[in-house]
């Protein structure tokens, strides 16, 4: 199976994504953990993205297809994936739709976590505190909201025209999204697979 999961930061796509592939067999790839690796890597990748990613901004999309290439085709081939944090734009979908369609790696279903705004902010602060994540202050968050309503949002008409997509209440506790995202990859499954 090959998913990809849309949320805001902070609608929890990491933690679902971790859990969803666990429960599936899927290998589970983040954009974001990828480019943050490079940047402890400080490999060249890691030095061009430090400053945007500091910003909250998104990088560009050839180093994110760059980064991303290898882990999607060697999952494709290995029981399927979820991607978290990609694509970003619907530039960027397309652009992976396809790079991917031909070696059969595209995606079958987006996954859209939603969670209110205020919502969002509360859990972003948090986690900012506890994990001291340097994009998780106050004006960065902000930006990083204004940057997912602005230029991520635009996804989710592009897979609902392509019927590709399922909508979660991500509002909730995360076990409750989790079993309730389980289920209903479980009803597609069969759609999907073979
Ligand atoms: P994330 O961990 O998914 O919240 O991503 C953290 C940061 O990495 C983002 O704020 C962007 O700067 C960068 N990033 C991750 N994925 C992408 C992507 N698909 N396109 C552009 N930038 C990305």
Redesign the pocket.
């Known amino acids: 199976m090959r998913l990809l999961l849309i949320g805001a930061?902070g609608a929890g796509?990491?933690t679902q994504a971790v859990r969803v592939a666990e429960h599936f067999g899927l290998t589970h790839i983040?954009?974001?953990?990828l480019?943050r690796r490079h940047i402890a890597e400080e490999t060249s990748i890691g030095r061009s993205?430090g400053a945007?990613?500091h910003r909250?901004?998104?990088?560009t999309?050839g180093i994110?297809m760059d980064v991303l290439r290898k882990p999607v085709e060697a999952a494709s081939r290995n029981g399927g994936y979820v991607l978290?944090?990609?694509?970003?734009?619907v530039e960027?979908a397309e652009v992976a739709y396809l790079v991917a369609r031909d070696i059969g790696a595209s995606v079958q279903v987006a996954v859209f976590l939603d969670v209110p705004r205020p919502e969002l902010v509360h859990r972003l602060l948090e986690r900012g505190r506890a994990a001291n994540r340097t994009?998780d202050t106050e004006d960065v968050i902000t930006r990083?909201l204004r940057?997912f309503e602005e230029h991520t949002l635009p996804l989710l008409d592009y897979y609902r025209q392509r019927e590709q997509l399922l909508k979660i209440d991500g509002a909730r506790s995360v076990d409750e999204v989790t079993a309730a995202l389980v289920a209903e990859l479980e009803a597609v499954r069969h759609l999907l697979d073979g």
Do not use: C, N, Y
């Open positions: 930061p796509k990491g983040s954009s974001g953990d480019l993205v945007a990613m909250g901004d998104l990088v999309d994110v978290d944090g990609f694509p970003r734009t960027q994009d990083r940057v």
